[in-house]
T-cell receptor, first 115, second 109 residues
Framework: DTAVSQTPKYLVTQMGNDKSIKCEQN?????MYWYKQDSKKFLKIMFS???????INETVPNRFSPKSPDKAHLNLHINSLELGDSAVYFC??????????????FGPGTRLTVL | GQNIDQPTEMTATEGAIVQINCTYQ??????LFWYQQHAGEAPTFLSY????GLEEKGRFSSFLSRSKGYSYLLLKELQMKDSASYLC??????????FGAGTRLFVKA
């Protein structure tokens, strides 16, 4: 039943490690997103894929690499984790198109803590 | 640049009406969204405006004035469960949606 799911829900790791977060949507949407929400609750777009093609790539360190094996999945890999990477990462999806209201449906979030 | 402003916090009483304002300056405009986010949870969609005027949906209404770069979310008959953050977001063009920092609403008995 879950529309947008993410794993893991919590991730605690040491500085310098490499970790991945997975996202899947079963809504049949063609666009997926990664957002970072920091301690001030500001939700900031990182990446967006439309039909497996990267369409938004904000100013994000190249330690962050998204991968979309198909339009239902968008994973986020982070290399050499830093303290400042600690945040909640939300995956979202939407059905896009000029005639459509691209309401975004968010996953439950992954709380990443870097020690 | 892109800028979305909304108050950081508001407090209101159960049963009352509260209006949360949002002003925006963006390059391009293709609609304005309001999302609700409870603490520790994901944002969920509340409303969408692309034309000027008021959209009503139950206890929640949203207003847009494109010429003024202004929107508000009106919550009526406040309930304790309405305590949450309310995020104003603007779709600027293409596939990009920019979110404001959110307004934390506290509903007191």
């Amino acid at each position: 039943d879950t529309a947008v799911s993410q794993t893991p829900k919590y991730l605690v790791t040491q500085m310098g490690n490499d970790k991945s977060i997975k996202c899947e949507q079963n809504l049949g949407h063609d666009t997926m997103y990664w957002y970072k929400q920091d301690s001030k609750k500001f939700l900031k777009i990182m990446f967006s894929y439309n039909n497996k093609e990267l369409i938004i790539n904000e100013t994000v360190p190249n330690r962050f690499s998204p991968k979309s094996p198909d339009k239902a999945h968008l994973n986020l890999h982070i290399n050499s984790l830093e303290l400042g990477d600690s945040a909640v990462y939300f995956c979202a999806s939407s059905q896009t198109g000029q005639a459509m209201v691209d309401t975004q449906y968010f996953g439950p979030g992954t709380r990443l803590t870097v020690l | 640049g892109q800028n979305i402003d909304q108050p950081t916090e508001m407090t209101a009483t159960e049963g009352a009406i509260v209006q949360i304002n949002c002003t925006y300056q963006t390059s391009g405009f293709n609609g304005l969204f309001w999302y609700q986010q409870h603490a520790g949870e994901a944002p969920t969609f509340l409303s969408y405006n692309v034309l000027d005027g008021l959209e009503e949906k139950g206890r929640f209404s949203s207003f847009l004035s494109r010429s003024k770069g202004y929107s508000y979310l009106l919550l009526k008959e406040l309930q304790m469960k309405d305590s949450a953050s309310y995020l104003c977001a603007v779709r600027t063009g293409g596939f990009k949606t920019i979110f404001g920092a959110g307004t934390r609403l506290f509903v007191k008995a």
